[in-house]
């Protein structure tokens, strides 16, 4: 490969040897040219301009800056997509560097040159991306645009670049001939600046000279800096002291040491001080500093930095006012490990780190105000404040709000530490969460939270529990703290539970924020993280704990930052209509493997594309795990197979005769879970069968950590612990939960178990006495499909069937119990007596309960008990009856019956009505009361006479799928079903045989119902419609009611025929106007699970809505939806918004008992929160929030 053929030169050398000398030097023989592209050099304490997305954005600025051209299609770009720069790495190299360059590479003469000088000192986490964006993306550009990397000799750029770049080694020979110039030039150089003698030094000296650099660049640009420095008033003596100093061969430490000694007046107490702490800054810093900054960190009268500095030419690179560097990496090692502790310069690295600490502490102590941004308005979020990150906040501020706990952890325990440590936190905590907050650095926030709870653990000192209480607050209210930083004040501060410490130091001195009666305590919810659209399936946890991967029955992936909850870029896609059933990490992180249908997969973590072909398995692949040394990745597909696969090269290395397929955590076991062939254990090294365990019905297993044991969980509901090694079992059943178990995981320790359940809870669970640790986790509103602890062992991570993935607290005690009688509550089905005076409703999927509407906080006044799985209930006409149907899906159940109960007192009237086959999924009694109509999966209506409890002629057949709904017309003459099959059939009454069918639909018919007149009938589909249908032609009258954004669940008709209700698995109810077919208001929301059913009262003045997320809502007055309303109108993703301006963000933990201010009244299984708006200030004049000085 000649310089011709590539666009990618590579220098590699060791250190020292001049690389980046050469890099200086071609820049600056492009810049002369007009064609530098860009010059990145990498630092190794320079974290934030070493992040691949700022690289790629330096490149793109200075590509603009040198062709006009360029400039305008990369502006074209984002004129397209203001976002850009905000997407993943791979889509804005292709539509803000690639896609630009190709529309005007004919005008491009070049070569534009952009160097990457010292790409060994990316740090570790962004090299792998940046070795991949230059290898794999960079020789997709144009060929006018070259790039020259130098490097150490490291493998992993080696291997990186062996393909695409030409390499150049800098050898003895070439470095010896480099550094003989480079001298010659140098004392040229300072001979002519200082008006020396032609023949200085002479040709000995420089020899000497020479000899003494070993052929190490930096050795020779080290004496040169020391020989000609500014402050150097005589060359000659400096370079006679150099040449006469007995130096072991190329020795850098006692060059440096000269280079110290020779500088400054180090018996001079005040200079030998400051002289001390400036070079530990500059070696301990976590960011380049300027002087200036230094001055305010360490406390300095300003210039003080600078007049030290000025001594030190030889060893560290800097111009007054800009940032301070050590010449080469090695004088930052020289600094922090000497040779010889007793040079005046040496500092002890903790004693340095406290006072860096302590200086940040007290420079965020001064400097941090409320408001430091001046937001200027509460509804808009920090992405909408043009230039706000760029605000000019001190530099010195931002850096101490970054670093404070970086230092802190390299700090021994003080008291002075923890007193200032305390009094930041008390007075400035919420102050410096709005740097955090513009800064996106939400993340390091709850890191350093954890660090200085650490610092103080064990000294009993106060402040730890404020530091516990801190991190819950970060934690819980990370997804509005990224987003807005005023809301730290107007939505968490409020929120906050009454016991919090950080509420009770802040809360007061905020008279004008919302008022909500808030829980007393923290919940064990963190976080809901939403943007599948359909069950989440798997979810796993990247090995630094940074990241949550999640896959769908929508066939994506989706990437989440585990501290905030936000999405990290697009969905991850490729597999056309496949549910993602399974996905993990690399032990490393960089990895991610799935499987989705027949496939699995690779894909790149940091830049969401996948890597390599996909890995064809034989059937549905519904299990994947990567080896301990991510060399193997094990698939299990649906038909009783382990597959071995080789990650390197695709290969597949053994397929052998599964659920569930995870490693032992030495790597040398795979344990498989079949349903049809029970628990085996493998050799991952050769596929082999190894041992099999039982051969009982489970669902899912893990090992512990340590690979000594294993947990499985079981359709009976329980779950049980095995010894590998003998196969037996050890201990009895885990018992507590009432649902299949989907997913278990041990905690990283192996000290906890934690299991998910069709029931929607999860359970901790001791590992050692099986004991269940706490009550159940609730929240989900649908059953769960997979759990796993995050890596430090303090969260766990859910996905469940109802779309979400949540992220728990995983301490030991155990979650808020719930307040109807401990259960997994979500309601079925609701229904108004006659009078309006009792509501009856079905909750749990089992238990059916009638409340006083007027009385509704007290306990419910009957209670129908041996209901199996009601699934829905009907009043009698005269109130007094009440009849419910019941369905199957119990594991180990079967009822398929409807019975009636007496309403006053929760006993069964006579025996269960028998006959249908399958669920009863709906009944109703006809307006007489003398007959009871029930539909059912069995694809049949069914009439019964509702005083003898008998059937009244045959089951009603037409519908060829399930029928779901069912419901008498008014004058009793008719009864009208919707089925999965698409259809609306009306029957009449008496003549059950004549049927009619409305088509209209495009998907399943969920509800049906008729108007008080019976001349009109509603229905609601999974194809997020509502029809009405003229009764007696089948004809649909107008167009279709749409509004909502999912499938409908239940209509209903108001009593005087005027409105129809409906409720939707979008979490919302509609009211719509049922003469002009139009919207009435906006959509109610509240709930946060989809709404299940909704019903007018019978004087039409109110709706009921009953939800999967527990919560039973008394809507409005019908009146006062018509009209304006000065009320909150939505509410998506935490946020309630009016006119679409963001009032507040509500978190994870108060969604599901959220009490909108038009409700009348909610059940729920936690406290009711209701909201107070009387005292909030918000929008422009939010700052007026604080109390007044």
Not at 732 to 756: C, E, K
Request: glycine share 8%; net charge negative; with cysteine.
């Amino acid at each position: 490969m000649t310089v011709s053929e590539t666009q990618i030169v590579w220098l590699s050398g060791v250190a020292g040897s001049g690389k980046s000398t050469i890099a200086t030097s071609v820049s600056e023989y492009f810049r002369a040219l007009g064609r530098l592209g860009a010059w990145i050099r990498f630092a190794r304490n320079d974290v934030g301009s070493s992040d691949p997305i700022v690289v790629l954005h330096t490149i793109v600025l200075g590509l603009a800056q040198a062709h006009p051209d360029i400039e305008k299609a990369i502006c074209r770009a984002l004129s397209c997509d203001s976002h850009l720069v905000e997407a993943p790495i791979e889509k804005q190299f292709h539509e803000l560097l690639l896609q630009p360059l190709n529309t005007v590479n004919e005008h491009l003469v070049g070569p534009f040159t952009v160097i990457i000088d010292a790409l060994d000192e990316c740090p570790q986490d962004s090299r792998r991306t940046m070795i991949n964006l230059i290898a794999d993306f960079f020789p997709k550009l144009p060929r006018a645009i070259r790039f020259f990397v130098t490097s150490r000799p490291e493998a992993d750029i080696a291997r990186g670049f062996s393909k695409v770049a030409l390499i150049y080694e800098k050898s003895l020979t070439t470095e010896s001939e480099d550094i003989s110039l480079y001298v010659l030039q140098g004392l040229d150089t300072i001979r002519q600046e200082h008006n020396l003698d032609s023949q200085w030094p002479g040709e000995k000296k420089i020899g000497h000279l020479l000899s003494l650099s070993g052929n190490l660049f930096i050795w020779a640009v080290t004496a040169l800096n020391f020989v000609g420095e500014r402050t150097a008033f005589n060359p000659p003596k400096r370079l006679d002291t150099l040449l006469e100093t007995p130096f072991w061969e190329h020795n850098l430490a006692q060059l440096y040491t000269l280079a110290l000694e020779s500088n400054g007046d180090w018996n001079d107490p005040e200079f030998k001080e400051s002289a001390k702490l400036i070079l530990a800054t500059i070696a301990l810093s976590k960011l380049p500093l300027t002087d200036n900054v230094i001055d305010s960190i360490l406390g300095f009268t300003e210039g003080s930095t600078a007049t030290v500095l000025k001594c030190f030419g030889a060893v560290i690179q800097w111009t007054p006012g800009q940032i301070a560097q050590t010449l080469h990496t090695s004088f930052g090692d020289f600094l922090l490990h000497p040779p010889n502790e007793t040079n005046p310069w040496f500092f002890q690295i903790a004693e340095a780190n406290k006072i860096l600490t302590s200086g940040c502490l007290r420079l965020l102590q001064k400097c941090l105000r409320f408001n430091i941004y001046d937001f200027p308005d509460s509804h808009l979020l920090n992405s909408e404040v043009p230039g706000l990150a760029e605000s000019p906040l001190p530099n010195g501020l931002i850096y101490a709000s970054h670093f404070w706990g970086s230092h802190l952890v390299d700090t021994e325990y003080d008291d002075h530490v923890v007193e200032s440590l305390e009094e930041f936190l008390i007075n400035k905590f919420l102050f410096w969460l709005e740097i955090i907050s513009v800064q996106q650095e939400i993340s390091s926030a709850g890191t350093t939270l954890k660090i200085a709870q650490k610092y103080v653990h064990g000294r009993t000192h106060p402040i730890e529990i404020f530091l516990q209480d801190a991190q819950k607050f970060v934690a819980v209210f990370a997804p509005v703290i990224v987003q807005s930083a005023p809301h730290i004040y107007i939505s968490a501060l409020p929120l906050t539970p009454k016991q919090s410490t950080v509420r009770g130091y802040f809360l007061a001195l905020f008279p004008h924020l919302l008022q909500y009666t808030v829980p007393s305590s923290w919940v064990k919810l963190e976080k809901v993280l939403r943007g599948h659209i359909r069950p989440v399936t798997s979810v796993a946890c990247s090995p630094d704990g940074q990241l949550i991967i999640s896959g769908s029955y929508d066939s994506t992936l989706q990437l989440w930052q585990a501290s905030s909850g936000a999405p990290v870029g697009e969905p991850l896609q490729g597999y056309g209509y496949n549910i993602v059933h399974c996905v993990a990490f690399s032990p490393d992180g960089r990895r991610i493997v799935s499987g989705a249908g027949d496939i699995v997969q690779i894909w790149d973590t940091e830049t969401g594309a996948p890597i390599g072909d996909p890995l064809n398995d034989t059937m549905s692949v519904h299990c994947v795990a990567f080896s301990p040394d991510g060399q193997r990745i094990i698939s299990g597909p649906g038909n009783n197979t382990v597959s071995i696969w080789d990650t390197v090269t695709g290969a597949l290395i053994s397929d052998h005769c599964v659920i569930s397929v995870p490693f032992s955590g030495d790597g040398q076991h795979i344990v498989s879970a079949s349903q049809n062939a029970g628990v085996r254990i493998w050799d991952a090294c050769t596929g082999a069968p190894v041992r099999a365990l039982f051969d009982n019905l489970f669902n899912c297993v893990a090992f512990s950590p340590d690979g000594q044991h294993m947990v499985s969980g079981f359709y009976d509901s329980t779950l049980r612990i095995w010894d590998v090694n003998s196969g037996t079992q050890i201990g009895d059943p885990l018992r507590g939960h009432t649902g299949v178990i989907r997913s278990v995981a041990f905690s990283p320790d192996g000290q906890h178990i934690v299991s998910g359940s069709s029931s929607g809870t999860l359970r901790i669970w001791d590992a050692n006495s099986g004991a269940p640790i706490g009550n159940p986790l609730r929240g989900h509103t649908d059953g769960i499909r997979s759990v796993v602890f995050s890596p430090d062992g303090q969260h766990i991570v859910s996905g469940s069937m109802d779309g979400t993935v949540r992220i728990w607290e995983a301490s030991k005690d155990g979650a808020t119990p719930d307040l109807l009688h401990g259960r997994n509550i979500y309601f079925n089905c609701i229904a108004f007596s006659p009078d309006v005076q009792h509501i009856i409703y079905v909750y749990g999927g089992n238990t059916v309960q009638i409340w006083d509407n007027s009385s509704i906080h007290d306990p419910p006044i009957g209670h129908v008990n041996d209901v199996v799985c009601g699934a829905c209930v009907a009043f009698s006409p005269d109130g007094h009856r009440i009849v419910s149907g019941s369905l199957d899906n119990t594991f180990g159940r079967s009822d398929n019956t409807v019975q009636i109960f007496d309403a006053d007192t929760g006993t069964p009237i006579g025996k269960p009505l028998r006959g249908h086959t399958n669920r009863v999924n709906c009944v109703a009694f006809s307006p007489d009361g003398g007959r009871i109509v029930s539909v059912s999966a069995d694809r049949t209506v069914r009439i019964w006479d509702a005083n003898a409890g008998a059937p009244i002629g045959y089951p009603l057949r037409g519908h060829y799928d399930w029928v779901t709904c069912v419901a008498f017309s008014p004058d009793g003459q008719h009864i009208v079903s919707g089925s999965r099959d698409k259809t609306v059939r009306m029957w009449a009454n008496h003549w059950p045989s004549i049927s009619k069918s409305f088509q209209g639909h495009n998907d399943s018919v969920t509800s049906v119902a008729f108007s008080p007149d019976s001349h009109r009938i509603v229905s609601g589909s999974i194809d997020k419609t509502v029809r009405i249908w003229d009764a007696s032609t089948g004809a649909c009258i107008g167009d279709p009611l749409r509004g909502h954004t999912r499938g409908i669940t239940s209509v209903g008709f108001s009593p005087n025929g005027w409105h129809i209700v409906s409720g939707s698995e979008d979490q919302t109810v509609r009211l719509w106007d049922a003469v002009t077919c139009t919207p009435i208001g906006d959509p109610l929301w509240g709930h946060s699970g989809r709404v299940n059913c909704v019903a007018f009262s019978a004087d039409g003045q109110h709706i009921m809505s009953g939800s999967r997320d527990g919560t039973h809502i008394g809507n409005p007055p019908i009146h006062s939806l018509s009209g304006p309303s000065l009320l909150p109108g939505t509410f998506e993703n935490g946020w309630i918004s009016s006119s679409s301006s963001r009032l507040i963000w509500v978190p994870a933990f108060l969604q599901t008992n959220f009490c909108t201010p038009w409700c009348k009244l909610v059940i729920s299984p936690e406290q009711v929160m209701v909201l107070d708006l009387s005292k909030f200030v918000h929008g422009k004049e939010w700052a007026k929030c604080i109390k007044d000085d």
